[in-house]
């Protein structure tokens, strides 16, 4: 079966967002009114086969902690979805 999988990675809350500070300033200087704060952060859409969403989960959870995410500055969540 494949899956496809949508997976978000973003820097923690608690710790300063250079780029997000960046895009929002640059949002402020073309007059985008009410623009508080911006975080920055990465999106993978990945295919999978596998027999089951159980299977995908442990995949992904391995593939977030080992690669896609550095868990000192970043959190992660997916969604799975079967095709």
């Given at each position: 079966?494949?899956?496809?999988?949508?997976?978000?990675?973003?820097?923690?809350k608690?710790?300063?967002?250079?780029?997000?500070?960046?895009?929002?300033?640059?949002?402020?200087?073309?007059?985008?009114?009410?623009?508080?704060?911006?975080?920055?952060?990465?999106?993978?859409?990945?295919?999978?086969?596998?027999?089951?969403?159980q299977?995908?989960?442990?995949?992904?959870?391995?593939?977030?902690?080992?690669?896609?995410?550095?868990?000192?500055?970043?959190?992660?969540?997916?969604?799975?979805?079967?095709?």
């Amino acid at each position: 079966m494949t899956f496809r999988v949508e997976v978000d990675v973003m820097p923690l809350k608690e710790l300063l967002d250079p780029q997000g500070k960046a895009v929002a300033a640059g949002l402020q200087k073309l007059n985008y009114a009410g623009i508080q704060d911006v975080r920055v952060g990465k999106h993978f859409t990945i295919k999978i086969e596998a027999a089951t969403e159980q299977e995908v989960t442990a995949q992904i959870e391995a593939a977030c902690k080992q690669m896609l995410a550095n868990q000192i500055m970043e959190g992660y969540s997916f969604k799975v979805i079967a095709e």
